[in-house]
C-alpha cells in the first residue's frame, strides 16, 4: 500500500522544487519506483476494482503475468470513460467498479467535470495525488510559507475541494468559487491579501477581467503586482489571451489534468507541461497501443500509482498529445506534456487537418469575436468544407455579413480549403455552457 507518509514526505525543499527529492530523480529511479508501485498495488486493484477483474479476465491476464514495466505495457489491457460509465450502469455502481476500498476510506466524493459526457463520482481517501502535484506546482510559481493564495476551482475530480492539504506548504487559501459573477470578490481579495499566487484563470474569468478593467479604470498591474504566478486551465491558452495577461504582468503557468489521475502544470520554463510520474504512469499510444517516440502525437495514457482508493489503471483518456523525457531545464527530470486537442476533435478537410486551437487564433484576433466562441461543425471526421459557427458580439459588429466575408476569408486563407462561415450571437452559444464547455467540435 502506498503510505500517506510515503506519498507525503517532503525532503529539503530547494528554492524551485516544493520535494526536491521527488521532482528531480534520475530516471531509472523514477522506473523503478513506478515497478515497485505496480507490484504493490495491481493485486490489490484486481482483487477489489470489479471493473479492473472483468477486462483483465477477458484479455485473460491476472497480476502474477505482470512482472515489469515491459510486462504492463506489452499485456494490461486498456479502460476508457466508457467502460467505466458502462459498468455503471450494467451494474448500479455510480464509482463504475473502479473504486477498491470500502466507504469508510471515502473521505470526499468529487465529480469528473462531463467534458465528453455525463459527469462520474470520483471517491478520494486521505491522501490525494491531485493534491500532492498542486503543492508542487504552487511552490514552483512562487507561493511560500506564510503567503496567502487564491483558490478558485472549478470541477477537477473531486480534487482539491478540500483545503486543509494547503498547510503541509505553510499556505492560506482565499476560496472563491470558480465564477465570472465572483470577480468583485476576487478584486477584493487581490487588494486586500496581496496573495502570491493566483490558482486559477480560464477564459470565463479572463474575459470577465478584461471587461472589469476597460470599465473600472483600475490598473491590472498595480493589482496583480503581488502575484508571482498564476495558472491557468480549461482550454488551451490563446495568443491573445497570453498577450493580454503579460500585458497585466501576470506569468501564467499552463495547467491541464493528467487523464484524471493528478493535474499538470508548466514550469518556469514554459515548455511543456510536467506529468508527475512519482504519481502516474504517462504513456503515449498510437491508436493500436503501441507507444509512440518522444515529440510524436499520441494518446495520453495514465495509471494511478499513489491513488488508494480509485486507481485508474491504463486508461485512455482520448487526449492527443506530445511527450519528451528528456531533463527539463528547471531541474525536473519528469515527463513533459504537450496537449494539442482531443481525439474525438480530429477533423480533416479537403484531406488537411484541422484542429480547433488553430482557428481560434484567427477567430480571436477580431474585436467582434474576441471571446473565441466557435464551434466545427460536421456531420463526419472528413469533410469537403470547413463550417465554422463562430460567436460575434452584436454590439461590437457594425455588419455581420461583411464580419462573415471577412473571417470566410481568413480561414481559407490560413488552411487553404473552402469555408463556410455560420455567425450566432455568443448569447446563442453561451446557452450550451460556459465558454470552456461549448463543444468545439459538434455534428450539427
Ligand atoms: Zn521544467
Not at 300 to 319: C, G, H, K, N, Q
Not at 368 to 394: C, N, W
Request: net charge negative.
Amino acid at each position: 500500500m502506498v503510505e500517506a507518509a510515503e506519498i507525503k514526505s517532503f525532503t529539503l525543499r530547494a528554492p524551485d522544487h516544493f520535494d526536491p527529492h521527488a521532482e528531480t530523480m534520475p530516471r531509472h529511479e523514477i522506473e523503478a519506483l513506478q515497478t515497485r508501485r505496480l507490484e504493490e498495488l495491481l493485486p490489490r486493484v484486481y482483487a477489489h476494482s470489479a471493473l479492473i477483474r472483468r477486462v483483465w479476465d477477458a484479455a485473460g491476464v491476472s497480476p502474477e503475468d505482470i512482472n515489469s514495466l515491459a510486462d504492463f505495457k506489452a499485456r494490461v489491457p486498456f479502460i476508457d470513460k466508457d467502460a467505466i460509465r458502462a459498468h455503471r450502469d450494467r451494474f448500479g455502481d455510480p464509482y463504475g467498479g473502479i473504486r477498491i476500498v470500502d466507504d469508510s476510506a471515502v473521505e470526499t466524493v468529487g465529480f469528473t467535470s462531463g467534458t465528453t459526457g455525463d459527469p462520474t463520482p470520483v471517491p478520494n481517501g486521505i491522501t490525494n495525488a491531485v493534491e500532492v502535484s498542486h503543492l508542487r506546482e504552487l511552490w514552483h510559481s512562487g507561493g511560500r510559507p506564510g503567503d496567502y493564495i487564491v483558490h478558485m476551482m472549478f470541477t477537477f475530480r473531486g480534487g482539491q475541494s478540500r483545503n486543509n492539504f494547503y498547510n503541509a506548504a505553510g499556505l492560506t487559501p482565499i476560496m472563491i468559487p470558480h465564477n465570472p459573477t465572483e470577480l468583485p470578490f476576487l478584486i477584493q481579495a487581490l487588494k486586500t491579501y496581496r496573495p502570491s499566487v493566483l490558482y486559477m484563470l480560464s477564459t470565463p474569468l479572463l474575459i470577465a477581467l478584461e471587461q472589469y478593467f476597460e470599465k473600472t479604470g483600475d490598473d491590472p498591474r498595480e493589482i496583480f503586482n503581488s502575484v508571482k504566478g498564476a495558472s491557468f486551465g480549461g482550454e488551451p491558452l490563446s495568443p491573445r489571451f497570453a498577450a493580454l495577461v503579460k500585458d497585466w504582468g501576470l506569468e501564467l503557468f499552463e495547467h491541464s489534468s493528467l487523464g484524471d489521475v493528478s493535474g499538470m502544470t508548466e514550469c518556469s520554463a514554459h515548455d511543456g507541461m510536467h506529468g508527475w510520474e512519482d504519481l502516474a504512469l504517462v504513456e503515449c499510444l498510437d491508436d493500436a497501443g503501441h507507444e509512440v517516440s518522444d515529440g510524436e502525437l499520441g494518446e495520453l495514457t495514465v495509471t494511478s500509482l499513489a491513488d488508494p482508493v480509485a486507481p485508474l489503471i491504463r486508461y485512455r483518456t482520448e487526449d492527443l498529445v506530445r511527450v519528451n523525457r528528456a531533463p527539463c531545464v528547471c531541474g525536473r527530470t519528469h515527463v513533459r506534456i504537450w496537449p494539442v486537442g482531443r481525439k474525438g476533435d480530429r477533423t480533416t478537410v479537403q484531406g488537411k487537418p484541422v484542429l480547433p486551437r488553430d482557428i481560434q487564433k484567427l477567430v480571436e484576433r477580431h474585436r467582434e469575436t474576441r471571446a473565441s466562441l466557435f464551434q466545427i461543425v460536421r456531420p463526419k471526421p472528413e469533410m469537403e468544407v470547413l463550417h465554422v459557427r463562430a460567436g460575434y458580439d452584436p454590439e461590437a459588429t457594425a455588419d455581420a455579413s461583411e464580419l462573415a466575408a471577412r473571417l470566410t476569408a481568413e480561414l481559407g486563407t490560413a488552411f487553404e480549403v473552402s469555408v463556410r462561415v455560420e455567425l450566432v450571437s455568443n448569447a446563442e452559444l453561451l446557452k450550451l455552457g460556459p465558454p470552456q464547455k461549448i463543444p468545439r467540435v459538434t455534428k450539427q
